[in-house]
């Protein structure tokens, strides 16, 4: 019911890949695509940390994940997606969407990888 809901994530292995997507359900198409936006993900006893953004069309990936995650963006949908290839294990997390500046957290997906 808040301004982000997040889904696709799943248990899978390493090496393996998931797609994960965010709907902003309460933000008007021609509002979403003047937005900045991204993807960040919290493991168990650690900060939240940002791992994608789209900041004013200019894409940025932390670096633990450069090489194997693509971020993007469709604004005919209002969505942002997470393209995560040859996940590990340190990808463990519960991942977030939001607003750059943030909206309020949603609930974030839970993506565990498995050794």
């Known amino acids: 019911q808040g301004q982000v809901a997040e889904s696709g994530g799943g248990l899978v292995q390493a090496g393996d890949s998931l797609r994960l997507s965010c709907r902003f359900t309460r933000t008007i198409t021609s509002v979403f695509n003047s937005m900045d936006m991204g993807w960040y993900r919290q493991a168990p006893g650690k900060e939240r940390e940002i791992v994608a953004r789209?900041?004013?069309?200019?894409?940025e990936y932390a670096d633990s994940v450069k090489g194997r995650f693509t971020v993007s963006r469709d604004n005919s949908r209002k969505m942002l997606y997470l393209q995560m290839n040859n996940l590990n294990t340190e990808d463990t997390a519960v991942y977030y969407c939001?607003?750059?500046?943030?909206?309020?957290w949603g609930q974030g997906t839970q993506v565990t990888v498995s050794s």
């Open positions: 789209i900041t004013n069309g200019i894409i």
């Open positions: 939001n607003r750059l500046p943030n909206f309020a």
